[in-house]
């Protein structure tokens, strides 16, 4: 985490302080608005598998997630548009009926969490598997 990697000095003080039994320094805490620590807060799935993700900063996002959905267990949404309308977030990623879902930091990143965050997640992205064909 970016945090623990700014703090790695103070947290090896505090944990010597600590196991000597004396009080610890207060570090501050990772910030609300960290970008490393974003989550979904809400969906809506718009048309051609656009899905418009509100993150936990409050900044609105739009992406394409018709070329993640591959394979068998993905089929229903494939082939029932209105299946995919039915997207929500729960548990923190977006789901559909079935306990279908795609990781967070895919939707978000498109990728693993970037280890220093200095720009927002891209407003729209078209999100590709890095094995996968075109879906027609």
């Not at 944990?15 to 207060?26: D, K, M, N, Q, Y």
């Not at 939707?107 to 027609?136: D, F, K, M, Y």
Request: aromatic content about 6%.
């Amino acid at each position: 985490m970016e945090w623990a990697a700014e703090h790695q000095a103070e947290l090896a003080e505090d944990w010597r302080l600590a196991s000597s039994g004396e009080p610890i320094v207060r570090i501050a805490p990772p910030s609300k608005n960290s970008r490393a620590m974003l989550t979904l807060r809400s969906v809506e799935a718009l048309d051609d598998y656009w899905l418009r993700l509100k993150l936990s900063d409050g900044t609105m996002i739009e992406r394409n997630v018709r070329e993640l959905l591959l394979g068998p267990v993905f089929e229903g949404l494939r082939t029932d548009y209105s299946q995919f309308g039915k997207a929500l977030v729960r548990h923190g990623t977006v789901e559909w009926p079935g306990d279908l879902d795609l990781a967070p930091e895919i939707l978000i990143w498109n990728g693993p969490v970037p280890q220093r965050i200095s720009e927002p997640p891209p407003a729209r992205l078209v999100l590709r598997h890095p094995t996968a064909q075109p879906i027609r």
